[in-house]
């Protein structure tokens, strides 16, 4: 009973995050307010997948699990940075969730109206969808923003999300495996 609670509270607070988000990000065009609109939108986005836990839809959702509240997001312009912020995020959180203890059951990736699509086409799923909206949500902060905010606003996600993983469940095996890709891409361009 206690642990529901804390999951609806961490949950109404990932959508008062987003909220403040798409409210800063429609309120003015100054780069640093987009700039931490998309922080915001990042903060919430770690959490936003989980949404399907206090809806009428089953843990894992493949509708809050995918790249789908990213395109709504970023369907209105002020929206970019909120969508980037959401995007990286989401990103982080799916990684994550890359990596249950076992992928069957609650672990796997459901489709509405028709439940689960299995442990391998889960890993499939939720691997995709990961590195879908992170090069996604970079590539829309590039955009979004002038490139120092941008860099800003990327190392401040970027220290979010370390924090985000070292504090999940799967995250320490996420995060191997952004620096891995981290470290190919860097040795790639030297």
Avoid at 46 to 61: A, G, K, M
Avoid at 123 to 133: E, H, K, T
Avoid at 139 to 166: D, H, K, N, Q, S
């Amino acid at each position: 009973m206690a642990a529901r609670k804390g999951i609806r509270v961490g949950l109404l607070a990932c959508l008062g995050w987003w909220l403040a988000a798409v409210v800063l990000a429609g309120r003015s065009d100054r780069a640093w307010v987009h700039g931490i609109a998309a922080v915001l939108a990042g903060i919430a986005g770690t959490t936003l997948p989980d949404l399907d836990l206090i809806l009428p839809l089953d843990h894992r959702s493949a509708l809050t699990h995918s790249l789908l509240p990213i395109a709504l997001a970023g369907a209105t312009r002020h929206w970019r940075p909120v969508a980037a912020g959401l995007a990286i995020g989401i990103g982080l959180h799916l990684a994550a969730d890359s990596f249950p203890n076992a992928m069957r059951g609650f672990a796997t990736v459901k489709l509405p109206f028709a439940g689960s699509i299995g442990g391998g086409a889960s890993y499939a799923w939720l691997g995709i969808q990961a590195v879908a909206a992170t090069l996604g949500g970079a590539m829309l902060l590039a955009a979004a923003l002038p490139a120092r905010v941008a860099a800003i606003v990327a190392l401040t996600l970027f220290a979010i999300g370390t924090a985000y993983l070292l504090a999940t469940d799967g995250g320490w095996w996420a995060m191997s495996v952004y620096a891995a890709f981290g470290w190919l891409a860097v040795r790639r361009r030297t």
